[in-house]
């Protein structure tokens, strides 16, 4: 099923590329913006949000005729947006590498990866703008997506704080308030704004709100499992690299609440070092395990996953819902 | 006039600034946002863009019974993009001061700065949803905004990256080139969005938004002429400044085309050095003033002014009108 659900994702990618390039000319000068975010923008990705605007929009009864004049350009804004968040996310976190290659702060120096990054957040604006939409509609996506950004970089100030801090006492309430904000808002958004394209009902708006929401997390909660768990030549990173940043995730989190002491104070030291000693990540990987907390954030994403697929029972049953179903399983049992 | 102006402007700025509270709520969590916006917010500034939106709203027919629902979002969503630009400027440029305090990135370090600079970029567009227009009018205000914030951002790219490659061969064109872009673009977007709101004509939108290129140019040429020959007092920044950072102005542009081959020498040492020695700052500026540099810059900006003001002249004879022409000779005029 997951080859099916990336093969299926493959072909819907280069609909939203060729919108993204009406937006952000591959030609224009200066090379310092254009040429700098194609740099990234043809790097890839899974172009999973856009996808979910489309299918959420199918879901709900929108007609495909009219996909390439609504949801294309809302889609392509959302891809947009979130490839935004990635070049700033590198910087603010001075990663080395995306996708295979040197992040474009490493590349082109911080002052120009800033203001590309900026560059790529006003198009979004230009990307929603070229829909044709009756302009209540247009509002709405635009009121909820900006409420979906303000809530991504809210996110983002919660979690670079824990860093700034050296703060390891999170509590998983205070993790997932994070991470809705930093990685399932913009999920949720995507399907949300699909029904409001489609002139979904509010409940159905709301059943595919939380549907994203859920997927979102779970996304993000089973990249940490692979993270930790994953097969190094499937998931395509190094394998505990999110020990090597001393990440907060909801494993971390959880195994620093219930290690034994010695285990935690272990766990807490090789992580405030950010080391890349593989001895070290090796023991914190145990640690994790023998806490039992790998089962668990993989059980909680599968839990997740699974109540967010029955709150879609309200949808008509078609082929777009079908793989909005499919796709949420795709998050859970897949690999990459 | 000057006292005047700065009076006039400083009774507005509550105004706008109210409004911006609306957006960026001063109490709102994370604080690692809104706390740190705040902190930028309150060192002030002049508020003449958003000023301008009113000024040319008034200037075609607008209604002041209107403006707290029109041109008050409108321009607090300017003046918004204006701050966003200085804080990601401040991190581009590594400057240390801002308005008399530590910069964000100084102060919070870089990740919150970038972060906190995105969030306000993003409340740009809040700020212009809660503008009660006619759609057709939003959505035109918001197209003339992107545009301008398109030009804003290839500009400053096109000058960090003279910086990048160390490059001093500027012609002047390739300078306004850059200027229209940095400072004119959001100075000329703020006269024109007056007109659109006001249901002003083609010509009417025309005439306000050469106006303000135009005195959106001149003013930054004024303030370069200001940091080479202001009074230190009157200022406010340390005179010569400009030379220290390696800058790229008209005048050093025009000094370093004209000026004797070992002048011409001299000077681009002392910008590629980035030298605060007050010695040599003092022989950078001496050269620009042997060479006219500083003297044909001032009389650039003036002409430019004078011109734009001009082009007004097909506006109703008003006291908005009225108000605009002085604000222009506010510009050329002023010591601050």
Redesign the interface.
């Given at each position: 099923m997951a080859e099916s659900v990336m093969e299926y994702l493959q072909s819907l990618a280069p609909i939203f590329d060729r919108e993204i390039e009406k937006t952000i000319p591959r030609d224009r000068?200066?090379w310092?913006?254009y040429g700098v975010l194609w740099d990234f923008l043809d790097r890839g990705g899974k172009r999973f949000r856009p996808a979910m605007v489309k299918l959420s929009y199918g879901a709900v009864g929108g007609k495909e005729a009219a996909e390439p004049e609504t949801v294309v350009p809302v889609g392509a804004a959302i891809e947009m947006f979130h490839n935004f968040t990635l070049i700033?996310d590198d910087?603010?976190?001075d990663s080395e590498m995306r996708r295979g290659k040197p992040t474009l702060h490493r590349a082109y120096?911080?002052?120009?990866a800033?203001?590309?990054g900026?560059?790529l957040?006003?198009?979004v604006?230009?990307a929603l703008?070229k829909a044709k939409l009756p302009?209540?509609k247009?509002?709405e996506v635009?009121?909820v997506l900006?409420s979906a950004?303000?809530r991504v970089?809210?996110g983002?100030?919660?979690e670079?704080?824990w860093?700034?801090e050296g703060k390891f006492d999170i509590t998983e309430e205070m993790y997932f308030r994070m991470v809705e904000g930093k990685t399932g808002a913009l999920i949720s958004a995507s399907c949300e704004v699909g029904a409001v394209i489609a002139g979904g009902s509010a409940e159905q708006r709301e059943a595919l709100r939380n549907f994203g929401m859920a997927v979102g997390i779970a996304f993000q909660v089973q990249d940490d499992v692979l993270n930790l768990a994953g097969k190094e030549e499937k998931y395509g990173k190094e394998i505990g690299g999110d020990i090597s940043e001393g990440k907060r995730s909801l494993i971390t989190i959880h195994a620093l609440g219930h290690a034994a002491p010695a285990d935690r104070k272990a766990l807490t030291e090789i992580l405030a070092a950010k080391t890349k000693d593989r001895e070290k990540v090796g023991k914190a990987i145990d640690i994790c395990r023998r806490s039992g907390s790998i089962a668990y954030a993989a059980e909680k994403a599968r839990k997740m996953v699974e109540d967010a697929k029955k709150g879609l029972l309200i949808l008509p049953n078609n082929a777009s819902s079908r793989r909005l179903l499919q796709l949420a399983d795709f998050f859970i049992y897949r690999e990459v």
């Open positions: 000068k200066p310092e913006v700033h910087i603010e976190d120096g911080l002052p120009l800033i203001n590309a900026d560059g957040f006003m198009m604006w230009e703008l302009p209540e247009l509002f635009q009121r900006t950004f303000r970089l809210e983002q100030a919660i670079l704080n860093y700034r």
